[in-house]
């Protein structure tokens, strides 16, 4: 089983900053990419941001210059450092592992989702 355990949301004012942390814990033998999506009310769930395991990034359009994925492969966390925050970035953050387990079968994971609200 393995779990995905998220932190660092809360309210902030536009223009602030915030930083969250995704944990993977449980018995798996590694995690491929690492990443985070967030779902606003009424919208898609969307990709910010995604790291493989080689450090390659990519990013939203709309994220862009603002935000940073980063991980560190012996904690098996992955961050999100957002600056310069916009009242359209509320939504709920979700981190996401891609995971190898130990049978060798890879599968998704999902944490539970934080909340990101800023301010106008």
């Known amino acids: 089983q393995v779990q995905l355990v998220e932190s660092g949301g809360g309210l902030v004012q536009a223009g602030g900053s915030l930083r969250l942390s995704c944990a993977a814990s449980?018995?798996?033998?590694?995690?491929?990419?690492m990443g985070w999506y967030r779902q606003a009310p009424g919208k898609q769930r969307e990709l910010v941001a995604r790291?493989?395991?080689?450090?390659?990034?990519n990013y939203a359009d709309s994220v862009k210059g603002r935000f940073t994925i980063s991980r560190d492969k012996a904690k098996n966390t992955v961050y999100l450092q957002m600056n310069s925050l916009k009242p359209e970035d509320t939504a709920v953050y979700y981190c996401?592992?891609?995971?190898?387990?130990?049978?060798?079968?890879?599968?998704?994971?999902w944490g539970q989702g934080t909340q990101v609200t800023v301010s106008s």
């Open positions: 449980g018995s798996f033998l590694g995690i491929n990419d």
């Open positions: 790291i493989t395991r080689g450090g390659s990034t």
């Open positions: 996401n592992a891609v995971v190898v387990i130990i049978t060798l079968a890879v599968h998704d994971y």
